[in-house]
């Protein structure tokens, strides 16, 4: 298999926005959901999140972020909720490589009118 060397992408400090392309799972060393993001043409980044839901955790607030009333003892399905949504998020670099700050994702203004129609499992 041949390889192409690649211009390096330069991703700017700032605000940004993407669609939401997929959710990615991880138990190592904790368990963690990554939210895959896609913005400007093709490029990729993650926002992590610990994969425990409580109404005032990370996940909660991210769920809540995108229209749904969190509420102990439901069950939600984050790939449904989240997947091919719009979104608007914050990025930093740190070193050679950007980060997305995980608080600062949170629906395009006119993807929260479209509220989900599927937010709790039952």
């Known amino acids: 298999m041949e390889l192409t060397c690649e211009k390096p992408k330069s991703i700017e ?14 138990k190592k060393p904790y368990k963690y959901m990554d ?19 409580l109404v005032e955790s990370r996940l909660g607030k991210l769920l809540e ?10 069950q939600y399905d984050p790939e449904k909720i989240l997947i091919g949504r719009r979104c608007v998020f914050t990025t930093v670099r740190t070193g050679k490589f950007a980060n997305i700050i995980s608080e600062s994702v949170k629906a395009k203004v006119e993807s929260v009118k479209a509220k989900v129609e599927t937010e709790a499992v039952k």
């Open 65 to 74: 972020r995108f229209g749904v009333d969190v509420q102990e003892g439901m």
């Open 13 to 26: 400090d700032g605000a940004h926005e993407g669609m939401i392309i997929g959710i990615e799972y991880r």
């Open 35 to 53: 939210v895959v993001i896609e913005f400007d043409g093709n490029t990729k980044l993650k926002a992590g999140y610990p994969q425990n839901l």
